[in-house]
C-alpha cells in the first residue's frame, strides 16, 4: 500500500489511478527480478556446493533472462490487478490480495 497523504490535493482521481498502477507495475517487477536473482543465486551456490563448477559458467548467461523475464512477470502480474487511489484514507488499494507465491 502506497500512502500519499495531503500530496494528492489538485489531483484528479484518474492521474491518481495511474499513479497508482504505475507504482505498482514497478514494485512487482523488482518483486519479480529479485525473487529470480535469489533463486539464480541459489542455483550457482547448488552447483558449487555439489562440485559442479562447470555447470555455474552457463549459469552466467541466465542473468539477462532474469531481468526480461521478471519484467514481464511484473507486467503480467499488474494487468490482472486493478489499483485504485481511495482519497479518503489518502492510500493505493486493489481489489484483491496482493500476494506471491513461488
Do not use: K, N
Not at 519479480?32 to 549459469?59: K, Y
Request: with cysteine; proline share 1%.
Amino acid at each position: 500500500i502506497a500512502h500519499m497523504g495531503r500530496e494528492t490535493q489538485g489531483y484528479s482521481d484518474i492521474e491518481l489511478d495511474r499513479f497508482c498502477r504505475w507504482l505498482h507495475m514497478y514494485f512487482h517487477m523488482v518483486r519479480f527480478v529479485s525473487i529470480l536473482q535469489e533463486l539464480h543465486i541459489a542455483v550457482v551456490w547448488l552447483f558449487q556446493s555439489c562440485r559442479v563448477s562447470h555447470r555455474v559458467v552457463h549459469t552466467r548467461r541466465w542473468i539477462p533472462a532474469i531481468w526480461v523475464l521478471g519484467c514481464a512477470l511484473g507486467v503480467a502480474d499488474i494487468i490482472d490487478t486493478q489499483w485504485r487511489f481511495q482519497r479518503t484514507l489518502g492510500v493505493c488499494i486493489s481489489d484483491q490480495r496482493d500476494e506471491l507465491t513461488v
